[in-house]
């Protein structure tokens, strides 16, 4: 079974509500499209923003769910660890 830690699961939670916000600035960018033009910065801008929160969001993802060994370091106080003078 793979365990997860916390940070994993809040940057997976991210990931999701990042593509929530994807989904929701492509909706903005049709609107807008409609409305103003698709010339108007206005949906430039949106069209950018579903870029970056789709990148944003497969990159949380990947962290999220990726299976990281335990990357602690761990020191001993044994004679022979220590350097031979």
């Known amino acids: 079974m793979k365990q997860t830690s916390t940070a994993q699961k809040v940057s997976f939670i991210i990931a999701i509500i ?5 989904i929701s600035c492509i909706g903005a960018t049709v609107y807008y499209s409609g409305e103003l033009g698709s010339d108007h910065p206005v949906v430039a801008s949106f069209g950018a923003s579903v870029v970056f929160f789709v990148g944003v969001g497969v990159v949380l993802h990947v962290i999220g769910k990726v299976s990281l060994p335990n990357l602690s370091m761990k020191f001993s106080a044994d004679e022979q660890d220590k350097p031979k003078e």
């Open 18 to 22: 990042s593509y929530i916000a994807a």
